[in-house]
C-alpha cells in the first residue's frame, strides 16, 4: 500500500471539516473522492499536502507519517498537488511556473527530461512557454497546474477539480492525459464534481458527505450504484 | 540651468537612498502583506553601526578611503541583515497566524524598541562622522562639478539595485520569492519553505536599508537615534509611489520622490521639502493607488 489515512481529523479555525476518515491507496491506482461542495475533498487532499491542520489520525506514505511533516518536505517525497482553480503563479512565464514545480530537485538532467515530457503531453505549453501564465485560457492554466506537479517526477499526483471549468473537449482531453500520466506509473488521487467521467477513469472511489467518507468501493460498482446514480449521476437512465 | 543639474544629481544621489530603503519595505510587503514599521529604524542602526565601526578598527588609515567603504558597508549590510533576521523570528514569526492588524502593532513596538535601544547605547544627541574620511574633489561631468560621493552613493545604489533585480529575476531562489508573493499556498505546494523565504526576505531588506544608513552617515555627516523615522516615512511614500510589493516600483518610486523634492526644495522653497514629499504621497493615493507601476490594489494594512 502506497497511502493509508486512518481516523484523520482536520479543523478550519473551530469547526471540524474531516471527521475521523479514512481511507486508502495501492500503489499504480487512479482513486477518485467524490461528493458535493463542502464536503471536504479539497481539505482531504491539502492535508496529504500538509497544508490543513491536522488535529487527529495518521497520513503514512509507505514508512513516513506525513502528518507530522511541514507541506515542503511533503513535496521532497514526491507527493505533489495540483490544487483546485489552478492557482499558477499569473505573473511568472509558463516556463518559470513549470521550473518551480521542480524547485525540490537538483539534477538538472532530470528535470530538463521532465519538461521535455510536459511539453510533449500538453504541446500547447511549448508554444506559449515565454508567455506570463495569466494570459493563458483556463484550459491552458489547468495544463500548467498539472504539468508544474508533474515536474518534480511524483509518485503520487493530486488533483484537485481539474475540469473546472472546462468546455467538455478539454475535460475529455484532460482526462486521457490523466490516464497516459497514470499508465506511466504515477498513482493518482483524483477530486471530482464531475463524477460520471471521475468513475469511468478511475479503478476504485469514495464519497464523502459533510466531513465523512460515506462509501467505498470499485469504480465500476460506485457507477451503477443507485445511491451514487442518483445524488452525483443526475439519477438512472440519464 | 546649473542649478537645475546640480539639484538633479543631489536628487539621484538622495533618491538611491529613498529606494534602497524602498526596497525593504516593498519585498515584506510583497511576501507578507506586512509594512514593516520598524524597517526606518533599522537602517538607523546601519548608520549607527557604521559610525561605531568606523572609528574601532581605523580602517580608513589602513587600507584607504574607499576599500575602507567597501568593507564597511559589508560589514553593515551583514550586521543589519542578521538584525533583520532576529526582529522577524521574535517580533512577526509568533503573529503568522493572527490577524494582520497584530502583526502591525508588533512592528510599531519593535520600532519604539530599537529607537530607545539606539537613544540607550548612543545618548539621545547627534553623533557626527569624521568628515575628512572621503575625499572633498569634484568631478567634472558636462561641464558641471559634481561632488564625488553623490556619484558613489548613486553608483552604489545602482549596483545594489542591479543585483538585486538580477538575483530576483533569474535565479532559483528569486523565483521561489516572487512565487511566495503570489501564492504562499501554492509556493508550498512547489516544495518551497515558505519560512525561509520570509526569513531571507528579511535579511535582504535590512541589509540594504542599512547601506543606505550608512550613506546617509557618510553623506551628511551626522547620525540620530529617530533619523530612520523620516527617512523611513519616505521611503514608505517611495514605496507606494511606485507601487507596493513592486520591487522595480521601488526603485523608480525612490529615485523619482529624490528628484522631485530636491527639485521642489530649489524651486518652491527648503521649506518645504518634507511638504512636497508628502503631497506627492497624498496625491498617487488619490490619482493611482496602485502606483506607477503597481497592478494589484492595494490592500488594507
Request: charged fraction near 15%; aromatic fraction near 8%.
Given at each position: 500500500?502506497?497511502?493509508?489515512?486512518?481516523?484523520?481529523?482536520?479543523?478550519?479555525?473551530?469547526?471540524?471539516?474531516?471527521h475521523?476518515?479514512?481511507?486508502?491507496?495501492?500503489?499504480?491506482?487512479?482513486?477518485?473522492?467524490?461528493?458535493?461542495?463542502?464536503?471536504?475533498?479539497?481539505?482531504?487532499?491539502?492535508?496529504?499536502?500538509?497544508?490543513?491542520?491536522?488535529?487527529?489520525g495518521?497520513?503514512?506514505?509507505?514508512?513516513?507519517?506525513?502528518?507530522?511533516?511541514?507541506?515542503?518536505?511533503?513535496?521532497?517525497?514526491?507527493?505533489?498537488?495540483?490544487?483546485?482553480?489552478?492557482?499558477?503563479?499569473?505573473?511568472?512565464?509558463?516556463?518559470?511556473?513549470?521550473?518551480?514545480?521542480?524547485?525540490?530537485?537538483?539534477?538538472?538532467?532530470?528535470?530538463?527530461?521532465?519538461?521535455?515530457?510536459?511539453?510533449e503531453?500538453f504541446?500547447?505549453?511549448?508554444?506559449?512557454?515565454?508567455?506570463?501564465?495569466?494570459?493563458?485560457?483556463?484550459g491552458?492554466?489547468?495544463?500548467?497546474?498539472?504539468?508544474?506537479?508533474?515536474?518534480?517526477?511524483?509518485?503520487?499526483l493530486?488533483l484537485d477539480?481539474?475540469s473546472?471549468?472546462?468546455?467538455?473537449?478539454l475535460?475529455?482531453?484532460?482526462?486521457?492525459?490523466?490516464?497516459?500520466?497514470?499508465?506511466?506509473g504515477?498513482t493518482?488521487?483524483?477530486?471530482?464534481?464531475?463524477?460520471?467521467?471521475a468513475?469511468?477513469?478511475?479503478?476504485?472511489?469514495?464519497?464523502?458527505?459533510?466531513?465523512?467518507?460515506?462509501?467505498?468501493?470499485?469504480?465500476t460498482?460506485?457507477?451503477?450504484?443507485?445511491e451514487?446514480?442518483?445524488?452525483?449521476?443526475?439519477?438512472?437512465?440519464? | 540651468?546649473?542649478?537645475?543639474?546640480?539639484?538633479?544629481?543631489?536628487?539621484?544621489?538622495?533618491?538611491?537612498?529613498?529606494?534602497?530603503?524602498?526596497?525593504?519595505?516593498?519585498?515584506?510587503y510583497?511576501?507578507?502583506?506586512?509594512?514593516?514599521?520598524?524597517?526606518?529604524?533599522?537602517?538607523?542602526?546601519?548608520?549607527?553601526?557604521?559610525?561605531?565601526?568606523?572609528l574601532?578598527?581605523?580602517?580608513?588609515?589602513?587600507?584607504?578611503?574607499?576599500?575602507?567603504?567597501?568593507?564597511?558597508?559589508?560589514?553593515?549590510?551583514?550586521?543589519?541583515?542578521?538584525?533583520?533576521?532576529?526582529?522577524?523570528?521574535?517580533?512577526?514569526?509568533?503573529?503568522?497566524?493572527?490577524?494582520?492588524?497584530?502583526?502591525?502593532?508588533?512592528?510599531?513596538?519593535?520600532?519604539i524598541?530599537?529607537?530607545?535601544?539606539?537613544?540607550?547605547?548612543?545618548?539621545?544627541?547627534?553623533?557626527?562622522?569624521?568628515?575628512?574620511?572621503?575625499?572633498?574633489?569634484?568631478?567634472?561631468?558636462?561641464?558641471?562639478?559634481?561632488?564625488?560621493i553623490?556619484?558613489?552613493?548613486?553608483?552604489?545604489?545602482?549596483?545594489?539595485?542591479?543585483?538585486?533585480?538580477?538575483?530576483?529575476?533569474k535565479?532559483k531562489?528569486?523565483?521561489?520569492?516572487?512565487?511566495?508573493?503570489?501564492?504562499?499556498?501554492?509556493?508550498?505546494?512547489?516544495?518551497?519553505?515558505?519560512?525561509?523565504?520570509?526569513?531571507?526576505?528579511?535579511?535582504?531588506?535590512?541589509?540594504?536599508?542599512?547601506?543606505?544608513?550608512?550613506?546617509?552617515?557618510?553623506y551628511?555627516?551626522?547620525?540620530?537615534?529617530?533619523?530612520?523615522?523620516?527617512?523611513?516615512l519616505?521611503?514608505?511614500?517611495?514605496a507606494?509611489?511606485?507601487g507596493?510589493?513592486?520591487?522595480?516600483?521601488?526603485?523608480?518610486?525612490?529615485?523619482?520622490?529624490?528628484?522631485?523634492?530636491?527639485?521642489?526644495?530649489?524651486?518652491?522653497?527648503?521649506?518645504?521639502?518634507?511638504?512636497?514629499?508628502?503631497?506627492?504621497?497624498?496625491?498617487?493615493?488619490?490619482?493611482?493607488?496602485?502606483?506607477?507601476?503597481?497592478?494589484?490594489?492595494?490592500?488594507?494594512?
Amino acid at each position: 500500500m502506497l497511502l493509508r489515512i486512518e481516523d484523520l481529523r482536520v479543523n478550519y479555525g473551530n469547526v471540524e471539516a474531516l471527521h475521523s476518515i479514512s481511507l486508502e491507496v495501492n500503489d499504480g491506482e487512479i482513486v477518485t473522492i467524490l461528493g458535493a461542495n463542502g464536503a471536504g475533498k479539497s481539505t482531504t487532499l491539502n492535508a496529504i499536502s500538509g497544508l490543513m491542520n491536522i488535529t487527529g489520525g495518521s497520513i503514512f506514505f509507505q514508512d513516513t507519517a506525513l502528518h507530522k511533516l511541514p507541506a515542503h518536505e511533503i513535496v521532497k517525497l514526491k507527493i505533489t498537488q495540483s490544487p483546485e482553480g489552478r492557482r499558477v503563479f499569473t505573473t511568472l512565464t509558463v516556463e518559470e511556473n513549470l521550473m518551480l514545480g521542480a524547485f525540490t530537485s537538483t539534477n538538472t538532467k532530470r528535470i530538463a527530461n521532465s519538461r521535455a515530457w510536459i511539453y510533449e503531453l500538453f504541446p500547447r505549453l511549448e508554444e506559449r512557454r515565454k508567455q506570463l501564465s495569466g494570459t493563458l485560457s483556463g484550459g491552458e492554466q489547468q495544463m500548467l497546474a498539472i504539468g508544474r506537479a508533474l515536474m518534480a517526477n511524483p509518485k503520487i499526483l493530486l488533483l484537485d477539480e481539474p475540469s473546472l471549468g472546462l468546455a467538455p473537449i478539454l475535460v475529455k482531453s484532460i482526462f486521457d492525459t490523466v490516464r497516459e500520466i497514470n499508465a506511466s506509473g504515477v498513482t493518482v488521487i483524483l477530486v471530482e464534481q464531475n463524477a460520471k467521467a471521475a468513475l469511468k477513469l478511475a479503478h476504485r472511489g469514495y464519497v464523502m458527505e459533510v466531513g465523512n467518507i460515506v462509501l467505498a468501493d470499485s469504480a465500476t460498482n460506485l457507477l451503477s450504484n443507485e445511491e451514487v446514480q442518483k445524488a452525483y449521476l443526475g439519477g438512472k437512465g440519464h | 540651468m546649473e542649478e537645475f543639474f546640480q539639484q538633479l544629481t543631489n536628487g539621484l544621489a538622495v533618491g538611491g537612498i529613498y529606494a534602497l530603503i524602498a526596497l525593504g519595505y516593498t519585498m515584506v510587503y510583497g511576501v507578507m502583506k506586512l509594512i514593516n514599521f520598524a524597517h526606518g529604524d533599522l537602517f538607523t542602526i546601519g548608520a549607527y553601526l557604521g559610525l561605531t565601526l568606523l572609528l574601532s578598527f581605523g580602517l580608513f588609515d589602513k587600507i584607504g578611503p574607499l576599500a575602507a567603504v567597501g568593507v564597511l558597508a559589508i560589514m553593515v549590510m551583514i550586521l543589519v541583515a542578521i538584525i533583520g533576521a532576529l526582529l522577524e523570528r521574535v517580533a512577526y514569526k509568533p503573529l503568522r497566524r493572527s490577524p494582520r492588524l497584530t502583526a502591525v502593532v508588533s512592528a510599531l513596538g519593535a520600532s519604539i524598541f530599537f529607537q530607545n535601544t539606539i537613544m540607550a547605547i548612543y545618548s539621545p544627541k547627534f553623533l557626527v562622522y569624521p568628515h575628512d574620511i572621503l575625499p572633498k574633489m569634484a568631478v567634472n561631468i558636462l561641464g558641471l562639478d559634481v561632488p564625488i560621493i553623490r556619484i558613489l552613493m548613486f553608483l552604489t545604489s545602482l549596483a545594489l539595485m542591479a543585483a538585486l533585480y538580477f538575483f530576483i529575476q533569474k535565479t532559483k531562489i528569486g523565483t521561489a520569492i516572487r512565487a511566495a508573493a503570489i501564492d504562499q499556498g501554492a509556493a508550498k505546494l512547489m516544495g518551497i519553505n515558505v519560512d525561509r523565504v520570509i526569513m531571507l526576505v528579511f535579511c535582504i531588506g535590512p541589509a540594504l536599508g542599512g547601506a543606505a544608513g550608512l550613506m546617509v552617515g557618510l553623506y551628511y555627516g551626522q547620525v540620530n537615534f529617530s533619523m530612520g523615522w523620516m527617512y523611513g516615512l519616505k521611503a514608505f511614500t517611495a514605496a507606494i509611489l511606485g507601487g507596493i510589493g513592486n520591487i522595480p516600483g521601488a526603485m523608480v518610486g525612490g529615485l523619482l520622490l529624490g528628484v522631485i523634492e530636491a527639485l521642489g526644495a530649489a524651486y518652491i522653497s527648503i521649506a518645504w521639502k518634507d511638504a512636497i514629499a508628502f503631497c506627492v504621497l497624498i496625491l498617487i493615493l488619490i490619482v493611482r493607488p496602485t502606483g506607477l507601476l503597481g497592478e494589484r490594489v492595494a490592500e488594507k494594512v
